[in-house]
């Protein structure tokens, strides 16, 4: 069982980006989904997360301007990023609680993904 990021990348100030993460292997379920982000030399930070029902949080940092969505079809979790700020500039880790098909619990996180916006 495993979660796989994609889509940072580098963008101006002002421009948006788009994060996914796929869950994948023998999962029986997925509870809270979720985006954090580190910057080197800091703690990583919680972005946003949302639960099985699709209820909603974000750091006050983010709020307006990224959102969180989920599809339980596909076990995957995007954060759309807009407005970005040179601040926002960090490696992402997606994370996840689940339960495998031998219903053992298991937080996972995703191999992290570099975004970088630019002034």
């Known amino acids: 069982v495993q979660l796989q990021a994609s889509g940072g990348g580098l963008v101006q100030a002002g421009g948006s980006l788009r994060l996914s993460c796929a869950a994948s292997g023998s999962i029986f379920s997925i509870n809270d989904m979720g985006w954090y982000r580190q910057i080197p030399g800091k703690q990583r930070e919680l972005v946003a997360t949302?639960?099985?029902?699709?209820?909603?949080h974000y750091s006050e940092s983010v709020k307006g301007r990224f959102t969180i969505s989920r599809d339980h079809a596909k076990d995957t979790v995007y954060l759309q990023m807009n407005s970005l700020k040179p601040e926002d500039t960090a490696v992402y880790y997606c994370n996840a609680d689940l339960v495998t098909m031998a219903r053992r619990y298991l937080e996972l996180w995703g191999q992290g993904t570099q975004v970088t916006v630019s002034s």
């Open positions: 949302i639960t099985k029902g699709g209820t909603t």
